[in-house]
C-alpha cells in the first residue's frame, strides 16, 4: 500500500549545537628507530533543544581534553610497528524521528579508542594491518519511546590495507575489515551483546587502475564494493543481505587549444544491483519504538561522461 510519509508542515527549529576546540600536537623523536606523537585538545560542547513553540527547552554544555598518544618503533626501514591510545570529548547524538523527544540532541560523551598495527613499505606498495577497539555511550529508542543512553557500544576489528604501483602500469587499491560491533549492559537482555544496527561484519573493496601503455595519457580503471549483511533492529531479528557492486572506467588526458585536458567516462553499478545502504537507527515514518531503523536504496548503474579542464 501507499507508505505513511512524515508530515512536514509543522517543522520548527528543534536543536543546535557548537563546538570549539584548541588543538596542539607534537612528534617526539628518541632515536631512529623510537618516536612518540603526542596531540590534545581542549574542547567547548554545547547543545540546546527548543519546543515548537520556539522556547529553550533544555541545554547542555560540557568541556574537557581529549588527548592522544601514538609510541611507534621502527625495527627496520620499511617496516613501522605502532600502538595508540586515544580518549575524545564528542557531541551528543540527535534523537531521531518517532521517539519521544525526536530532534534532541543528547549530552556529550566520552569515546575510547586502542589501536596497535603495523606499516610495511616494499618498493612502491605499502601494506598496513591494524587491531583496534573503541568504545562509546549507546543511545537507542527504548520501550518507553525515549532517544537515551542505555549501554555501550564496543567495536572490535581488524582492518587490512594494500596501495602502491605493482608495475609501471599498474596501481592497485585496496582493502577488507572484520568487525565485531557488539551492544553491551543495555537495560534488555534482548540487546544486550547483539550487533549494532547498520554495521557489517566484513566488508571489502579493491580498486585498480592500468595505464595503456600503447596510448599515452589514458587508464582503464574499476572497482569492486562488498558489505556484508546488516542488522537493522537492535534485538537482531531481522537482517538485510550482503550485496557488491562494480563500477569501471576511463580516463584520457591530453591538451586542447593548449589547455590540460582530461576526459572522463565512468560506470557505477554496472550490473545494477539492488541494494540497501546507509542503514540508521530511527524510522522516518515514525516506526522506532522497537529499534527499527531506516534506509536508503544504493544508487542504480549510472554512466557519466565529464571534460576537465584546467587553466
Known sequence: GKPDYPDFTHRYHSATATQ???LLSDTLTFSPQ???LLAGSESLLTSANYANSGLRSSH?????????ASLMYKPVDPV???VTYADSLQQGDTAP????NAGSILSPYRSRQVETGSKLAIDKVLLTAALFQIDRPFAYTNTGGDYAVEGNQRNRGLELMADGDVSDNLHLYGGMTWLDPRLRDTASSSTTGKQVVGLARYTASLFAAYDLPFLNGTD???GLHYVGRRSTDNANDSWTGSYATFDIGSRYKTRLFNTETIFRLDITNLTNRHYWTNIVPGGLNGYSGAGYASAQLGEPRMAQLSMELTF
Request: glycine letters at 16%; hydrophobic letters at 35%.
Open 80 to 82: 613501522t610497528l605502532y
Open 220 to 222: 582503464i580503471h574499476g
Open 97 to 100: 524521528a518517532g521517539s519521544t
Open 34 to 36: 623510537w618516536h612518540l
Open 20 to 22: 570549539q576546540a584548541f
Open 60 to 68: 547542555a554544555s560540557d568541556s574537557g581534553f581529549s588527548g592522544s
